[in-house]
């Protein structure tokens, strides 16, 4: 019947995707603190007592070399940095608290740090699913995809680091055809796979040709933040270790981020790894700071529990809101901005995928967060990017942003005149001062169906997961590219080219 | 294949339900503040104007003659009441900040006030719905069955006024039969259906009888909360007014709650909402003191806000979080327990009807509510009581109990030995200090599934929603009625026969 699927197409561009303006969002809301001040000292005295008594493990003889340059105590057989809490509070004292990062379309620049709070993509799932076509591994079309679904969300700021796995590129040479698809298909700041320091550095220099601009101009004004997971417990690997010093000596932000996974990486108790956790990410923040004092750096907390039946990791729990936030408490001691996430263990877009999710929001906010990494489409534990579930994080995080607008209360918005107007049990739907104002005076969702249960079953009775599968596809369909010129669109090409060239025949 | 049928519920039956304890909560987290002090003050200011300048209107001449003989300005032929502010604020000292509810059980009695949080089961809802036999109108017999599953639920610690309805019995003796329901099938705390004074008092003897008690031993010691709704703007019906003078007059917790839907019963601003919500719900407070000072009183309140395009009710939005922690902020200048509610305008348990319902858990939560009617089952708007979504609801609450669980830091929890015992890159699983905590450590779910992706779809690749299906069928499988002495079912039995035999025979 293809004129009622041409009718209902229609319908469906006629019918905008509701979507909040792009917005620097500010958090008015103070952090909550779940631990004594008493506590919070006992979890930061352990971690130093980590990093001097135990110490973390870099697998990088230049990292090595750095530290010990600096006057750390080095053990190059075993590859051990232990570092002393005189030397730890100095280097901490170098880093920003805040900083910007501009992407090609300055009118999306993100400042990081302070009330400051911006969402991510989600980054680093070998998977792709989507209601039609089920799960499968990502592949260069998924990946285009997503960041095209992407740049189309508001509230999506900025591009996690790889989208989805692109497992049809070769693995030498895709962060090239990632960049330049980053830097193309968006016009925000995109992370850079930071495997070493010549894949970021490729990265850098395309997020500067984009701009129109050097790796000098770069440099100065940062456009780039990448995750450096650590091995947990206690592991730099090192093209990690060799990635965050390029991002450092290139001034370009470093997220440290220990995967600190409770009962796994580290012990089964929420003190045991906080401490790890603390000690992990101030190591490879010392490091940065040894590389490029001053360079922009962001304090990653990411300790979940494994479930313990089946050895599953386990996000959105309880014990990962309560670390999410007692995080916030340790990271606001070192003035430095804060990275969470928005993880959940669901195998499918459902209620369960909705309400862990939701934990990891709320908990991001109310630990004061800075950015939100896998803010928008984090499926399955992280082994999967969802096109409905970024449709589903995006009203989530639309949403909490329009609760953390600031109330406006004066006379009009008092209406003691409105009041007075209506009779006991009268009603406002005709009123002036309704009238003047409703048509913004709510937020209007993105995913939600408010219609009464007769209108929505005879629509077709489609659950949240089902509608959100329409919203990605009117939302590709409709798709621009945000406008590049032409010459910079040029040299990323011909820069991708000669870079291929050389990895290849270097393989060769 | 009855064979597999018959294996597959054996192992559902071996596998109990995952369920935190009964436990008094009480919530560590201080409330959190989204007006200032001098925007706090202009909406007071403006609910004590509307007071005294516009009143509320009782539509009860006993309510009336009870504010005439307190010296309050009455005009009979309106029946608007207004209050000057003096006497607001000295009925308001005698309302008591903190309280307990004493049900049959002893070990479920409740602190209602101070840092306590109590979640209920729906209620109200027209009609029910489940998996198998989608939503159909409200019969006593599922009445039974929500109130049987509702017992089952460590965490739903109370029992709403009609958990659905139950349109198969009789409107004028349906309050006996649903009361001593209530009284049998649960041990818990229950509401009364306060439309009249009789109807509440026979629900007051029921209680007293189901403790083995008299309605004066009752009085001294309530054990009966009952919800009074306003009918919005500035207005209290006969039934409800006297229902309210019943509840004070036996001591009883009436739980004033104006019901404000923003662009519909009050204006389309929040400010105007509160204020309006604040009158409503002080006059009702006042009538309370006026007739029992120091009789059992929770300000509720309901504000949220209608979908401007449908007309449709909306709950769990932006707005509706905003005027639930705002809303906790005005009670508790006036030292009263606070009721909220955790409502969703899903029309099925999905996506939405998890993230709305979360933005109205944690809004609660962040409010400093006491108790939350409504805590589970609540769907479409309230128009329905939904067996999956109680389960749903009853996971998300015990994530939101276990979350509110203080951390506990010693030497033990901060695990250095432990850290100090697992070298870098190396896993924590077999270590001592996992061994002896790993069963406990964690938050074990009711309804989430952490199973790897395979593992999942192996067992069928259930949502949320269809493993809550199994959930509450397994518990009302297992259900036991807690145990009640014989002569308090007999006296419960004979008094209801009583009373029937009287209302079909004045209504003859």
Redesign the interface.
């Known amino acids: 019947m293809p004129r009622k699927s041409s009718r209902r197409r229609e319908g469906r561009s006629a019918n905008a995707v509701n979507q909040l303006p792009w917005r620097s969002v500010e958090n ?3 952090p ?1 603190a ?2 004594s001040e ?2 919070l000292e ?2 930061h005295q ?1 971690s130093l ?2 990093l001097e ?2 110490g ?2 870099f697998m990088s003889d230049e990292a090595l070399s750095v530290f010990k340059a600096a006057g750390c105590d080095v053990d190059k057989a075993s ?2 940095v232990r570092l002393d809490r005189a030397f730890v509070d100095e280097m901490l004292a170098k880093a920003p608290s805040q900083f910007t990062l501009t992407p090609r379309n300055p009118e999306h620049r993100l400042t990081i740090g302070g009330k400051h709070l911006c969402f991510a993509s989600v980054s680093g799932p070998p998977n792709v699913s989507d209601l039609d076509s089920g ?1 499968r591994a990502g592949n260069f079309a998924d990946f285009k995809n997503l960041l095209k679904l992407a740049q189309s969300l508001n509230v999506v700021q900025y591009i996690g680091n790889q989208i989805c796995a692109t497992t049809d590129l070769s693995p030498e040479t895709r962060h090239l055809d990632c960049s330049v698809a980053a830097a193309t298909l968006t016009d925000r700041v995109f992370s850079s796979l930071s495997i070493g320091a010549e894949r970021a550095v490729d990265t850098f220099q395309i997020m500067a040709m984009s701009r129109g601009e050097t790796l000098e101009d770069l440099e100065k004004n940062p456009g780039i933040l990448s995750v450096i997971n650590v ?1 947990s ?3 730099f690997d090192g093209a990690m270790a060799e990635g965050l010093m390029a991002l450092a000596r290139h001034g370009q932000a470093t997220v440290v981020t220990p995967f600190t996974l ?11 790894a906080l ?2 956790q603390n000690a992990e990410a101030l190591a490879g923040i010392v490091l940065t700071q040894i590389v490029n004092p001053g360079a922009p750096v962001i304090y990653g907390a990411f300790t979940s ?1 494994v ?8 996000f959105g ?3 990962y ?2 670390a999410t936030i ?1 995080s916030g408490q340790l990271i606001r001691r070192y003035g430095l901005p804060y990275r969470s996430s928005n993880p959940n ?15 990891s929001i ?1 908990s991001s906010v ?1 630990g004061g967060a800075n950015i939100v990494n896998h803010g928008a489409g984090w499926l ?1 534990g992280g ?2 990017a969802s096109f409905e579930k970024m449709i ?1 994080d995006a ?2 995080i639309q ?2 942003i ?2 953390l ?6 006379e ?5 005149e ?3 107007g ?8 005709g ?1 002036a ?2 009238l003047e ?3 913004t ?5 993105m ?7 007769e ?3 005879e629509a077709g ?1 489609e ?3 089902q509608r ?1 599968n329409k919203i990605w596809k009117q939302l590709l369909a409709e798709y621009e590219p945000p406008p590049l010129p032409e010459d910079r669109r040029e040299a990323m090409e011909a820069y991708i080219a000669r870079r291929r060239e050389e990895i290849e025949r270097r393989a060769a």
């Open positions: 008015p809301i103070p909550i779940l631990l008493d506590q006992a979890i352990t007592r980590i008594e135990l973390i493990e590859g051990s799960r091995n417990p206690r592991r409770m009962g796994a990486m580290t012990a089964v108790s929420l003190p045991a401490a790890q529990n479930d313990m039946k089946s050895g599953a990791p386990a729990t309880p014990e809101a309560k007692a263990a669901s195998n499918c877009v459902d209620a369960q995928a909705a309400y862990e999710s939701m934990m709320w109310l399955e082994l999967t589903l009203e989530m949403g909490m329009e609760f607008t600031p109330i406006k209360v004066d009009a918005e008092l209406g003691y409105a009041i007075a209506v009779g006991p049990g009268g009603h406002f739907f009123e001062h309704t104002r409703y048509e005076a709510f937020y209007a969702p995913l939600s169906d408010w219609r009464n249960f209108s929505w079953e009775a659950d949240a997961t959100a």
